[in-house]
C-alpha cells in the first residue's frame, strides 16, 4: 500500500474499507488550495482524477474549465420517471498554515487512533468521496442502474466563495435540473448524532486598511504628534460590538427574524453544543455570546462581525520603535435570513468610515459574500433523508441551523429551484481550516452506506 | 585620491577640507554593522583604525574588548586643574536594508549636492569623527597641549541597545571621571538653526499576546460564542488613550512635571517642528496630539504608548475565515523625567489586565527599558556649548529637548555624575536609520570647528 505509515495499516478494517481509505487518501494527496496561485495545477490535477474516478464508475464526467478552477460534472444515464438528485461537493481546501502544528504533512495523508489526518480530510474531500463510493456500489449492486438519476457536481473554489459555479450554473442550468440537491459538507452534533441542516448563516467579508504617515516613523522623534494606524485601527474594531456583545453597526439587526420556540427546544439537545461543552471543546474558559441567547442559538441563528486576521508595523523578534505607516484588518460576518450581504457591507463601511479616527485615512474593500439559507426540513424528501441518517447511524438526527456558510445552496435554490438536504458529518472535533484536520475512518464507511440508503428512499419518493 | 567618485573630487572645498573628507570616507567604509553577526570582524576593524588614529593624533588609545564589540578607549596627557571633557560617540551602525532604494552602495561614500551619502554619515560616525578631528586640529595648533583633558568614550553597540557599555563603565569609572559629557548623536532643527538638546525621554517597551481558543476556529462553525483574540487585542489597545489623546492607564503622568513657559515659547519658534510643518513631513493631513499640547510639546516633553507592531490570524491573500487562537501587539512608551519606566511597565500590565475582556486571557511581557533624561541648558558649561554653537554656526542654538532616548546618557549621569551637552548635527533630511543616510559636507567642517571652540570654551570655565 504506497504512501500508507505504518500507523495506517495497523488500524484493523475489511479489505473491503482498506481499498476505500486507499482511494480517499490519493484524493487527499492533492494540494488543492483554492486560493493560492502556485497550487493552480494541484487544484485541476485534483478535478482530473475526479473525472477518472467517475468516469471510471460508468457515469459521464468532465472537467468543465471556468475563468479560475475546473468544475467536475458528471451523470448517470437518463432514466426517465426517477427523480434526479443532485450531489454538490468541492474538492478545494483551506491554505495549510500554521503547517508547524500539523503533526504530519497535511497532504500526506495519515491514520491515527481510528481518524484519517489531512486538510480535506472532512472539508470535503472525505464527504464528497463516501457519495462518489456510495454510486459506485450502488451500480456495481444493480449492474449500473441507479433508484434515482444522479448528478454530480464538484467544484474547485469553494473555500474562496464559488466565483465561477454561479455564472456555470446560469450556463448549464437545463444540464443541472433536478429535483433535490444533496450536500454533506455541514456539521454533524456526535458521532451518535446523525445531523440534518435546514439553514445556512450567509457570509460577507471585508479588508479594512488603515494609512497614516507616508513611511514608517521613528517613535521617538515623531511619537506623540501622528496617530498611530495600528491604534487607529483597534478603535475601529472595538467599535464593532456593544457591552452586551451585540455587533453595533447601524441596522446590522434589520430584518433578522426571532428563533422559533421549537429550534430553541431541539437546539437546548444538540449533543456537544451545551455553552460547557462548547468551552471545553475549544479550549476556552466560558463561551460569551450576545446577550440574551445560548451558545447554540448565537451559531445556528445570529449573525456576527469576526475579525479574522490583522496585522501592522514590526512583527518580528524584540521590538522596532515606529510608528508604522500603515495596518490592516480582514474581516467577515456571518449572516441569517434576513439580512442582505450586500446591505451589510454598506452598513459596515459606513460605520467604519463614521468611526476612522483624525489623523488617518482608511480604505475598505468589500470581499466575497453570500446569502444565507433556510429551508423546511419536514418536506418530503427531508422526511426522507431523516430515515436515511436514521437508518445508516441508528439514530434519531438532530435538526439544526448550520453556523458556516455554503452561498451556493442558496443560489442554487433561486437558480435551480431545488431544495438541499445537507447531511453533514463534519464532527466539532474534526478541526477543518485549522492544522490536523481529521475524518474517522467509520464515519467515512458509514457515510458511504448513508449516500445509498437515501439514493434508495429518494427512488421511492 | 583613491576611492572617489567623480563627483566628490568636483565639489568646490579646501585642501584641508578634503583631506578631512578623506579619512571620514575612510571611517565610513567600514561596514560596522552591530546587529549582524557576520559583520563582527568589521565592527572590530573599524575599532582597530580609530585607536590608530586617535594614537596617530598624539592620545592614548586603545580597544577594550567587551562580550560583543568593542569599545575605543582614549584621552589624552592629564593636566591638573583643568576640567576633563568626556566625548562619547559611536562607530556602529544600523543595518542597510532595503539595500535596493540606495542610490549610491551604503559602504561606498559618495559626495552629491554637497552632501556625503553613506550609512553612517550622520549616525553617528560624521558626527563623533567632527570631534575627533576638533582635538586633532586643536593639538597642533597648541604643541599638543589641550585647554581641557580630553577623553574619548566610543562603543560598537549602540544601535543595538549599548548592551556592554553599562557594565564598562562601572569597571572603569575612575579612568572615566569627568566633569562634562559632549555627545553629538541628537538632531539639528536646520541648517541655520544649531540645536542644544538638554533632555531625552526614555523607553519601555513590551509585548501583549492575547490567547483564546486552543487552535484556529472555523468562524462559521464557532462565531458567536467565543471570544475572538483579534477583537479582544483591539479592545484592550483602544483602552490606551481617552478621547483627548492622553494615555488612559491609571498613574502614568504621575510625577510628570509640566512644561515650562520659556520651553512652550522657544518651541513654538523651532524650525521644522510647527504642526503643519510635522504634518507635511510625515505625509499625514494632520497632527494629532494630546489636548493642550503641540506636537513638538508633545515630541520634546510629553510621554506616549505607542503600538510598535500587531500581528494575529491571517494576513496572506484572500480570505480566511478564522477565529484566530491568539494576537499579538508590540508597544512603546516614550517617557519624561519624573516617570520610571518599571513602574510604568506595571502599571500598563495592570491595566492590560483590567481591560482584559471575558473569554480570552492575556499576557505581558515586559521589554528593554531606559529612563529619561534632563539636565539645565543654562549651567556653566551648558552657557559655554550654547555660545559654542552660535560662533560656530553664526545663529543662536534653538534649546530643545530630544523625542527619542538614548538611555546611556542618564546611565552616564548617575555613574560618572557628569552632565552631558547634546550638541546634535543630524538634520531632519539626514535619513538616519534609512537608505540614502548623509551628512552636510558644511556642517561637518562647522561641526570640526565649534568641536574647537567648545573645548576652548569649556577650558575656561
Chains 1, 2 share one sequence.
Not at 62 to 67: G, H, I, L, V, Y
Not at 219 to 225: D, E, H
Not at 424 to 444: K, Q, T, W, Y
Request: charge should be negative.
Amino acid at each position: 500500500m504506497p504512501g500508507f505509515t505504518v500507523d495506517f495499516i495497523m488500524i484493523s478494517c475489511s479489505h473491503t474499507d482498506m481499498n476505500r481509505l486507499d482511494q480517499l487518501a490519493t484524493l487527499l494527496r492533492f494540494p488543492s488550495i483554492s486560493a493560492q496561485k502556485e497550487h493552480a495545477q494541484d487544484v485541476s490535477d485534483c478535478a482530473d482524477w475526479l473525472v477518472a474516478k467517475l468516469t471510471g464508475m460508468g457515469l459521464e464526467a468532465k472537467a468543465c474549465k471556468t475563468p479560475r478552477h475546473p468544475i467536475v460534472l458528471a451523470h448517470s444515464e437518463k432514466q426517465e420517471g426517477k427523480p434526479t438528485v443532485l450531489i454538490y461537493g468541492h474538492y478545494d481546501v483551506q491554505p495549510v498554515d500554521p503547517i508547524e502544528e500539523w503533526k504530519s504533512a497535511p497532504f500526506e495523508p495519515e491514520v491515527r487512533d481510528g481518524r484519517i489526518y489531512a486538510r480535506g480530510a472532512t472539508d470535503n474531500k472525505g464527504q464528497l468521496f463516501a457519495h462518489i463510493l456510495g454510486v459506485e456500489e450502488l451500480l456495481k449492486q444493480n449492474a449500473g442502474v441507479l433508484p434515482v438519476n444522479v448528478i454530480f457536481l464538484l467544484e474547485g473554489e469553494e473555500e474562496i466563495g464559488s466565483g465561477s459555479l454561479s455564472a456555470f450554473m446560469k450556463e448549464h442550468k437545463d444540464e443541472l435540473k433536478c429535483d433535490v440537491i444533496v450536500v454533506s459538507d455541514t456539521g454533524m452534533a456526535a458521532p451518535d448524532a446523525p445531523t440534518f441542516s435546514y439553514g445556512l448563516r450567509g457570509v460577507a467579508s471585508a479588508d479594512i486598511i488603515v494609512k497614516g504617515p507616508s513611511a514608517d516613523l521613528h517613535s521617538g522623534v515623531f511619537g506623540g504628534a501622528i496617530s498611530n494606524p495600528i491604534t487607529s485601527l483597534a478603535e475601529i474594531i472595538a467599535s464593532f460590538h456593544d457591552e452586551e456583545g451585540k455587533v453595533a453597526v447601524r441596522g446590522f439587526y434589520d430584518g433578522v427574524a426571532p428563533i422559533a420556540t421549537w429550534e430553541r427546544s431541539m437546539w437546548a439537545t444538540v449533543p456537544g453544543m451545551s455553552n460547557d461543552e462548547l468551552a471545553a471543546l475549544t479550549g476556552v474558559e466560558c463561551v460569551t455570546t450576545e446577550a440574551g441567547f445560548t451558545g447554540a442559538e448565537c451559531i445556528f441563528a445570529r449573525p456576527t462581525l469576526e475579525l479574522n486576521g490583522i496585522g501592522g508595523g514590526y512583527q518580528g523578534e524584540g521590538s522596532k520603535t515606529i510608528i508604522p505607516s500603515s495596518a490592516f484588518a480582514k474581516i467577515s460576518c456571518r449572516l441569517v435570513p434576513g439580512q442582505n450581504p450586500e446591505h451589510i457591507l454598506e452598513l459596515v463601511e459606513e460605520h467604519v468610515k463614521r468611526h476612522c479616527p483624525k489623523g488617518v485615512t482608511v480604505e475598505f474593500k468589500p470581499g466575497h459574500y453570500g446569502n444565507a439559507y433556510i429551508c423546511d426540513p419536514n418536506s418530503t424528501y427531508g422526511l426522507a433523508a431523516q430515515q436515511a441518517l436514521e437508518d445508516a447511524f441508528g439514530h434519531k438526527p438532530v435538526l439544526v441551523r448550520e453556523g458556516g456558510s455554503i452561498p451556493i445552496i442558496e443560489e442554487m435554490k433561486r437558480v435551480l429551484g431545488a431544495d438541499a438536504l445537507m447531511l453533514g458529518m463534519c464532527l466539532p472535533d474534526a478541526r477543518i481550516h485549522s492544522p490536523n484536520e481529521n475524518f474517522p475512518v467509520d464515519l467515512f464507511v458509514k457515510g458511504i452506506e448513508m449516500s445509498q440508503i437515501l439514493l434508495r428512499r429518494l427512488g421511492q419518493q
